[in-house]
């Protein structure tokens, strides 16, 4: 019998094909951006042959991980050391206002480089000029969700009018690998008549809507003094959550506003390491988890993180909970994989498409070295503790090799579709630049 072609195999790996499954030796066969197989690897062997085949001896072979908020920044390591409200006014809004295109195409191939090398294959950003982070993702090759971060006018940043022009002219772009949709800051840097704008042209777009949401105690104060509700409260009775709303960090949160969320089918991000280092506060998130609330885990930003790798930022988010929770089981090594993976993908309204590794599923696939010895020892049968010692020990040096949509875009550590050096030149570059014109006031 002739064995059928396809373009990519992956031979002899330790398979992971989702959250909840158990390890096993196995291959995985990929034809255009799809997985069209996958099983052990001698079955695989006699029933196709492969235009590349890679040898994952001695690697786990997973699903890619799905950031579910972030923003691609470029002033990393500046002004550290103040709470989020401080941190805004003295660093992010001067420097967002002082953005140059130039500045945000050199961020985003700083940041998609980082992402590539740490095994993060989907993201979702809100931010500037997002049309240039869209050109650098068709030369990645990564997936992404793209929002522009709106706030009133008087902040001079982006507007609703860029944010349409980035939807009619990127949603579905590379491939289907770019989609767009709507994003407001937050309730307290948009008024009314924004937000409710914001949701009428998601609506009209049949687009998600990006946004922060009770991130602060300041800014939980803020709105109840303004409008004498919660941040959630708020949102819901201009009815702003009707639409497909994603929300980040959630960290300030009545039984009332989980109720809310619940009833209008809002996700979230969790994102531990940023509301830790900002003193924002611990999210709660088995509260949420209880009332059914999906929920998905990002980095934010590297300027209050201050990486992108999402294996740490799983060891840290079970971490901090169990702290929280003063429980030792707390968000468990399986559920933090789920929500770096299914979770994520599910909050983007993509765990269809990946967040798991299935045939007829995109190629979003991740081969982990496991040979360094904090990855040590190893047990793959009776009790297996490859998913503890990738979420507990595991770091974005590990990550070997990155696909996404059947294309391989790092592999031995050698990134393939950017070029690494020049990408680390432009983004000093554009640093010295962004930062001299923020101190100057733009």
């Not at 470029?74 to 805004?88: F, H, K």
């Not at 707390?330 to 770096?340: G, N």
């Not at 904090?374 to 049968?381: D, E, Q, S």
């Not at 990738?390 to 990155?402: H, K």
């Amino acid at each position: 019998m002739e064995k059928e072609k396809v373009d990519l195999m992956i031979c002899d790996g330790i398979l992971l094909t989702k959250y909840d499954s158990e390890p096993f030796e196995g291959s995985v066969c990929i034809k255009g951006n799809k997985i069209v197989a996958i099983g052990r690897p001698s079955r695989i062997s006699r029933t196709f042959k492969a235009e590349k085949y890679l040898n994952a001896k001695g690697k786990a072979v997973l699903p890619g991980l799905v950031n579910a908020h972030m923003h691609e920044c470029l002033l990393r390591g500046l002004c550290e050391d103040l709470p989020l409200m401080s941190w805004l006014s003295k660093i992010c809004l001067p420097a967002e206002r002082a953005l140059r295109r130039e500045h945000m195409r050199a961020a985003a191939l700083l940041n998609q480089l980082e992402m590539i090398k740490s095994g993060t294959t989907t993201f979702i950003d809100i931010f500037r000029f997002q049309e240039e982070v869209a050109k650098v993702v068709k030369i990645s090759g990564l997936r992404a969700v793209l929002s522009c971060q709106i706030m009133d006018e008087s902040y001079r940043t982006e507007t609703i009018v860029t944010n349409e022009r980035l939807v009619k002219e990127w949603n579905g772009k590379a491939n289907g690998r770019i989609i767009t949709w709507f994003g407001a800051h937050s309730p307290y840097t948009c008024s009314e008549e924004t937000l409710l704008r914001v949701k009428e042209m998601a609506e009209r777009y049949r687009v998600g809507i990006h946004i922060h949401i009770a991130e602060t105690r300041d800014e939980v104060k803020r709105i109840k003094k303004e409008h004498g509700v919660t941040p959630v409260e708020y949102l819901d009775k201009i009815d702003f959550l009707k639409s497909r709303v994603h929300a980040a960090h959630c960290v300030h949160l009545t039984a009332k506003d989980i109720a809310i969320l619940k009833k209008r089918r809002v996700t979230v991000a969790y994102n531990p390491t940023s509301n830790m280092k900002l003193a924002s506060g611990v999210a709660p998130i088995l509260k949420m988890q209880a009332n059914g609330i999906i929920i998905g885990l990002g980095t934010d930003s590297f300027l209050s993180n201050n990486n992108l790798d999402m294996f740490e930022e799983m060891r840290i988010g079970s971490y901090l909970q169990k702290l929280y929770q003063t429980s030792a089981s707390a968000l468990p090594c399986r559920e933090m994989l789920k929500m770096a993976t299914l979770g994520s993908a599910a909050c983007l309204d993509m765990d269809k498409e990946i967040g798991s590794l299935e045939v007829g599923k995109k190629a979003d696939i991740i081969l982990v070295n496991l040979s360094s010895p904090h990855l040590y020892p190893l047990f793959l049968r009776g009790p297996t503790n490859l998913v503890e010692n990738l979420v507990y020990s595991a770091n974005a040096g590990d990550v070997d090799t990155t696909i996404v949509d059947g294309r391989i875009l790092m592999e031995d550590r050698k990134v393939k579709s950017l070029r690494e050096e020049e990408v680390l030149r432009k983004a000093e570059k554009a640093a010295q630049d962004l930062y001299e014109r923020a101190k100057s006031g733009g």
